[in-house]
C-alpha cells in the first residue's frame, strides 16, 4: 500500500466513526390508483441506501423562498455514506428522498431531506450528498 492509499484509508475510518445517524435513502415511484374508485392509493418506494450517515448542516441559517403560495425555508444539508457502501443498482438523483430514522440528536431524527446532488470522486474519505430540507 502506498502513502496516498493509507492516507485515504486512515481517512475513510474516520470519516465512518463520525456516521452516528442512520438513514434510509429511497426513490419514491407513482401513486398507486384504483379506478373503479377513483381513489390514489399508497405510492410505491424504492430503498437506494439504508445505513449509517453522517448528517450535517451546510449552512446555519436557512433562507426563504415562496413555494406554493406559502413561504418555504431550504436548509442544505451534507449527508455523508461509507465509502464502502456498494454502489447501488440506481445512482441517487436529485428528488430523491434521505429519512433520518434514527441519532443520537433527537432533533435530526425524522428529518426528512431532498437530494439536490451527488459528489463522486476516488480520493473522497466518504460518499457525500448534498440535501435539502423544504420545511
Do not use: C
Not at 493509507?6 to 466513526?17: H, I, S, V
Not at 463520525?18 to 435513502?25: C, K, S
Not at 441559517?61 to 455523508?80: F, I, K, N, P, W
Amino acid at each position: 500500500m502506498n502513502a496516498l492509499e493509507a492516507a485515504l484509508a486512515a481517512g475513510r475510518a474516520a470519516a465512518r466513526e463520525l456516521m452516528r445517524e442512520t438513514i434510509l435513502l429511497h426513490r419514491l415511484g407513482a401513486p398507486d390508483f384504483d379506478w373503479p374508485t377513483g381513489t390514489e392509493g399508497t405510492t410505491t418506494s424504492t430503498t437506494l441506501y439504508s445505513g449509517p450517515a453522517r448528517v450535517k448542516a451546510d449552512r446555519p441559517e436557512g433562507r426563504e423562498v415562496d413555494a406554493g403560495q406559502q413561504m418555504v425555508s431550504l436548509r442544505r444539508y451534507t449527508v455523508s455514506l461509507p465509502w464502502s457502501t456498494p454502489p447501488p443498482s440506481l445512482r441517487p438523483r436529485p428528488g430523491d428522498i434521505v429519512d433520518v430514522t434514527a441519532s443520537p440528536d433527537a432533533r435530526l431524527g425524522g428529518l426528512r431531506l431532498w437530494v439536490t446532488d451527488v459528489g463522486y470522486g476516488s480520493t473522497a474519505t466518504a460518499w457525500r450528498i448534498t440535501a435539502e430540507d423544504r420545511s
